[in-house]
């Protein structure tokens, strides 16, 4: 594999995700000091059976600030009251790492390659198809870009070898993947965390974000294919052009990896599970417990098909808990933020003056302030479900003032998140580039237009949401 060292120097100068929560945590204390408290009563409302605020009913109180050791214990207390959340991170990271020892999600990205590579006649086909089921896959959760970004290297040889550039190569694969993502189906990392906290059935409203999923990926196969098209009828037009990828290695062992039996009943134990949790969830009214239960299944019957013993899956599932500590810990310590504000009773503060400057915009336009302060919040807290933990607590009141459906406020929120990881340098995208040699200038000219695109697309759908009154179910 190329070395990557001074793109890796530069990723490991920019500030760790929990140095950045810390530092909100300070200025959220502080903010308990500077800005007046505040108070809403919250009311019952029988039509939703859910707690809201009565926009008429805000007042000021006298300060209480919050000390500096109440600020660390704010962080434990995040911890606890996100302790549900947490433990579905736990289950759904050991489950996927299960299923990644067992090869099978190797396998099945090999065979998608090699059924490429092989059919160059056939490759424009194949790669949509491909495209259409790596963002598909990736809009369940169950494929991230910490498990793509180590094929980059593959798509990227590949690429070239059918007579496109490295940016094709990653146009589609990590791409894909990213849209799918930022789609978010059933993703219960961004999803799942979010309708959690704004009270909303959890993977409700799914129908409106597969039609999202669907744009969303015609869109990607359209400006990926137009821009490698371009390059093989004259290569001088690669963004690319003359720089040497000869010494880009494929990692063999990996895409020699057989899709066997055992390995396709795992992908189909897989598949099985996240439709029986979409069925559960719409149909029997469960929730985040019975999502992690699926999960735990999931992780136990993939191990009896490859046969492994009972200590050889708890330990391969104890391992896997380690891969999901920094995304369960994030959402923790990113609730804690949401404790000081409480405490400080400076959160009604905060939304009485965020509802006073969104009332005077139309409902339109209050939807795209939304949509570029979350935007804007993913380059600081780049984790999903991070990133809702800190957000959706003072997003989902503020749609509730302003009469915008909550769901709104969740699907602001994953295109927010999602899409900018595509954009911003805080992102997994930096470390692809440095895999595969791509510039980050020239990635960022190639990448710009497409997200601009996006982004008007994104607030086509928030606009058709709010025609339709697009709601929790």
């Given at each position: 594999?190329?070395?990557?060292?001074?793109?890796?120097?530069?990723?490991?100068?920019?500030?760790?995700?929990?140095?950045?929560?810390?530092?909100?945590?300070?200025?959220?204390?502080?903010?308990?000091?500077?800005?007046?408290?505040?108070?809403?009563?919250?009311?019952?409302?029988?039509?939703?059976?859910?707690?809201?605020?009565?926009?008429?009913?805000?007042?000021?109180?006298?300060?209480?600030?919050?000390?500096?050791?109440?600020?660390?214990?704010?962080?434990?207390?995040?911890?606890?009251?996100?302790?549900?959340?947490?433990?579905?991170?736990?289950?759904?990271?050991?489950?996927?790492?299960?299923?990644?020892?067992?090869?099978?999600?190797?396998?099945?990205?090999?065979?998608?390659?090699?059924?490429?590579?092989?059919?160059?006649?056939?490759?424009?086909?194949?790669?949509?198809?491909?495209?259409?089921?790596?963002?598909?896959?990736?809009?369940t959760g169950t494929l991230s870009y910490?498990?793509?970004?180590?094929?980059?290297?593959?798509?990227?040889?590949?690429?070239?070898?059918?007579?496109?550039?490295?940016?094709?190569?990653?146009?589609?694969?990590?791409?894909?993947?990213?849209?799918?993502?930022?789609?978010?189906?059933?993703?219960?990392?961004?999803?799942?965390?979010?309708?959690?906290?704004?009270?909303?059935?959890?993977?409700?409203?799914?129908?409106?974000?597969?039609?999202?999923?669907?744009?969303?990926?015609?869109?990607?196969?359209?400006?990926?294919?137009?821009?490698?098209?371009?390059?093989?009828?004259?290569?001088?037009?690669?963004?690319?052009?003359?720089?040497?990828?000869?010494?880009?290695?494929?990692?063999?062992?990996?895409?020699?990896?057989?899709?066997?039996?055992?390995r396709k009943l795992s992908i189909l134990?897989?598949?099985?599970?996240?439709?029986?949790?979409?069925?559960?969830?719409?149909?029997?009214?469960?929730?985040?417990?019975?999502?992690?239960?699926?999960?735990?299944?999931?992780?136990?019957?993939?191990?009896?098909?490859?046969?492994?013993?009972?200590?050889?899956?708890?330990?391969?599932?104890?391992?896997?808990?380690?891969?999901?500590?920094?995304?369960?810990?994030?959402?923790?310590?990113?609730?804690?933020?949401?404790?000081?504000?409480?405490?400080?009773?400076?959160?009604?503060?905060?939304?009485?003056?965020?509802?006073?400057?969104?009332?005077?915009?139309?409902?339109?336009?209050?939807?795209?302030?939304?949509?570029?302060?979350?935007?804007?919040?993913?380059?600081?807290?780049?984790?999903?479900?991070?990133?809702?933990?800190?957000?959706?607590?003072?997003?989902?009141?503020?749609?509730?003032?302003?009469?915008?459906?909550?769901?709104?406020?969740?699907?602001?929120?994953?295109?927010?998140?999602?899409?900018?990881?595509?954009?911003?340098?805080?992102?997994?995208?930096?470390?692809?580039?440095?895999?595969?040699?791509?510039?980050?200038t020239k990635y960022y000219r190639w990448?710009?237009?497409?997200?601009?695109?996006?982004?008007?697309?994104?607030?086509?759908?928030?606009?058709?949401?709010?025609?339709?009154?697009?709601?929790?179910?």
């Open positions: 594999m190329l070395s990557v060292e001074p793109e890796q120097k530069k990723i490991k100068e920019l500030p760790h995700i929990f140095v950045i929560l810390f530092c909100v945590i300070v200025v959220a204390t502080i903010a308990t000091y500077i800005i007046p408290a505040g108070q809403y009563q919250r009311v019952m409302d029988e039509s939703i059976k859910r707690m809201v605020i009565d926009p008429s009913s805000f007042k000021y109180i006298p300060s209480t600030p919050v000390g500096i050791f109440d600020m660390f214990v704010a962080i434990e207390l995040g911890l606890i009251d996100a302790a549900s959340i947490t433990f579905l991170i736990f289950a759904a990271f050991s489950c996927l790492f299960l299923l990644e020892k067992t090869g099978a999600i190797d396998a099945s990205i090999a065979l998608m390659v090699n059924k490429t590579g092989k059919n160059p006649k056939f490759a424009t086909i194949i790669i949509v198809l491909l495209m259409i089921t790596l963002s598909i896959w990736g809009s910490e498990e793509i970004m180590a094929f980059s290297p593959i798509f990227v040889a590949l690429s070239i070898a059918l007579g496109y550039d490295a940016l094709v190569g990653i146009g589609i694969s990590v791409v894909p993947v990213g849209i799918g993502f930022a789609s978010a189906t059933v993703n219960p990392f961004t999803i799942g965390v979010a309708q959690s906290i704004a009270e909303l059935p959890m993977f409700s409203g799914l129908a409106y974000r597969c039609v999202i999923l669907a744009v969303m990926t015609l869109f990607t196969i359209i400006y990926v294919l137009y821009y490698a098209n371009k390059v093989k009828k004259n290569p001088e037009k690669s963004l690319v052009y003359g720089i040497d990828y000869s010494d880009l290695a494929v990692d063999k062992a990996r895409m020699s990896t057989p899709f066997t039996t055992q134990t897989l598949l099985v599970g996240v439709f029986v949790m979409g069925y559960g969830l719409i149909f029997l009214k469960w929730y985040i417990n019975q999502v992690a239960a699926i999960f735990f299944i999931i992780s136990v019957v993939v191990g009896i098909i490859n046969k492994w013993n009972a200590n050889r899956i708890a330990n391969t599932l104890c391992e896997g808990l380690s891969k999901g500590v920094l995304a369960a810990m994030i959402v923790g310590v990113a609730r804690g933020v949401l404790v000081i504000v409480t405490q400080g009773n400076i959160l009604d503060t905060i939304i009485h003056a965020s509802v006073s400057l969104l009332e005077r915009l139309s409902l339109y336009a209050s939807a795209i302030g939304m949509l570029v302060f979350q935007t804007l919040l993913n380059f600081l807290i780049p984790s999903g479900s991070g990133q809702a933990a800190v957000s959706m607590p003072i997003m989902a009141p503020i749609a509730d003032l302003i009469h915008l459906n909550r769901q709104i406020a969740v699907l602001i929120f994953q295109f927010g998140d999602g899409f900018s990881n595509l954009l911003w340098p805080t992102s997994f995208m930096v470390i692809v580039c440095a895999m595969v040699k791509i510039p980050l990448i710009t237009p497409f997200f601009i695109i996006c982004f008007l697309i994104q607030v086509a759908f928030i606009f058709g949401a709010i025609a339709i009154n697009y709601g929790p179910f």
